[in-house]
């Protein structure tokens, strides 16, 4: 390797993390229940459903560390700056709260996943609490990062799981270019569900601050985009791959109920093996793990944006009082939750649901006039064409969240 290619190598990867790392997060328990419901009702056939919601994913996240780089800001303090003081507020309670169901979602799926290999809840929640909390709150930026980088590893475990299933690569790919569903409940819940669950809005306010935080310059952008696009794509594999598992297995067989990641995990075992269902299993734990650290950060993240309070993880606990007490508080509550008898689990992951739905639109909104805004963003500004595309993406979720919450509703 020339000298020349080694620098741009060494660019690159001290660039890479806000993109990568907030783009696998959205491949959370809830993301990968979806998925799996996805395959197993339907098969191969709505993969092109993915496509759509994994290009939306790249344009925003890479909008999003875009604002973050050129205003130095997060996205609700933006939000506060631009639209006053009652938007940023609303945006910061409702997200603080959407992220709160999800971040109980995520320890429900640990706690599900370590069932899976014997191990109760009272042992495996706690501990992950613990080891969440021990890594943000006592690790250096570049140390926590580090770690990220090592939990999205296991997301290969996934892809592996997907070429022991079998599958039927000429459907897959067929599923993939040829748009086709059923106009059923069902299928148009999914549909939404997938696209809800790949553009969260946790994920898009933590990309922006996790930029700054970073410390990124505009010098950085050409190299971000490349970071930015490496971790969308890698989301819309995964979740691929976990998708013609499920096809080429449970609905193969008609074992097309699933109601979480672990309940399908259980079913593929006698469908292709106790390997492939171990490894579905470690990747639920580290899709788990991955996104109990970093839902709390991204909430910590916001309210200090809110505030004006350091929020960074450089900063010590004596420096960012606020930041790391809204981290400790969100991951202590949310898994003591999961460890409370009789507690609607249920009811709150589908009011979180509704929630995040209902944050979504508002968020990308927001999002779409800081781009053009050039006081903000100067030469950055984003162009007429970008515009329009953002707006066709803003106006199918529009679609996807009426959708949604119609049926939410309307079961």
Not at 54 to 79: E, K, M, P, S, Y
Not at 128 to 135: D, E, G, N, W
Not at 213 to 240: A, H, M, N, Q, Y
């Amino acid at each position: 390797m020339t000298t020349q290619k080694k620098i741009r190598l060494a660019a690159l990867l001290s660039v890479m993390g806000p993109g990568v790392i907030a783009g696998l997060s959205d491949d959370d328990p809830a993301g990968i229940t979806t998925y799996s419901q996805l395959g197993a009702k339907f098969g191969y056939q709505m993969l092109w459903v993915l496509v759509i919601s994994t290009i939306a994913l790249i344009l925003f996240q890479d909008l999003g560390a875009r604002i973050g780089v050129v205003t130095r800001q997060g996205l609700i303090g933006l939000v506060r700056q631009k639209y006053g003081a009652r938007s940023g507020t609303l945006s910061a309670v409702a997200l603080l709260v959407a992220n709160f169901g999800t971040l109980t979602a995520e320890f429900a799926g640990i706690a599900a996943a370590g069932q899976l290999f014997g191990y109760s809840r009272f042992i495996t929640v706690p501990a992950a609490a613990l080891v969440v909390s021990f890594l943000v709150l006592r690790g250096s930026f570049a140390r926590v990062e580090k770690v990220f980088f090592l939990l999205s590893a296991v997301f290969i475990a996934y892809v592996v799981a997907g070429f022991m299933a079998h599958p039927n690569w000429g459907k897959a790919l067929h599923g993939v270019v040829v748009p086709s569903m059923p106009f059923t409940h069902d299928a148009i819940y999914i549909a939404t569900a997938t696209l809800g669950t790949t553009l969260a809005p946790w994920g898009l306010a933590f990309i922006q601050s996790y930029a700054v935080d970073k410390r990124l310059t505009r010098d950085d952008l050409k190299l971000l985009r490349v970071d930015v696009w490496t971790g969308s794509l890698l989301t819309g594999i995964i979740g691929f791959f976990v998708i013609v598992t499920c096809a080429a297995t449970l609905n193969k067989e008609g074992a097309i109920t699933i109601t979480d990641a672990a309940q399908a995990a259980r079913a593929l075992e006698p469908l292709a093996g106790t390997l492939a269902k171990a490894l579905f299993a470690v990747g639920l734990v580290g899709a788990a793990l991955l996104a109990a650290s970093i839902l709390p950060l991204s909430t910590a993240y916001s309210v200090g944006d809110l505030t004006g309070q350091p929020a960074a993880l450089d900063d010590g606990p004596k420096d960012a009082p606020l930041f790391y007490a809204t981290f400790g508080a969100m991951t202590f509550f949310a898994a003591g939750l999961i460890l409370l008898p009789g507690v609607p689990l249920i009811r709150v992951l589908v009011l979180t649901q509704i929630l995040n739905a209902i944050l979504l639109l508002p968020l990308l909104f927001f999002m779409y006039g800081i781009s053009r805004d050039t006081r903000l963003m100067g030469e950055f500004t984003s162009t007429a064409r970008m515009r329009f595309i953002y707006g066709i993406i803003i106006a199918l979720v529009s679609i996807c969240v009426v959708a949604l919450l119609w049926f939410t509703v309307n079961p």
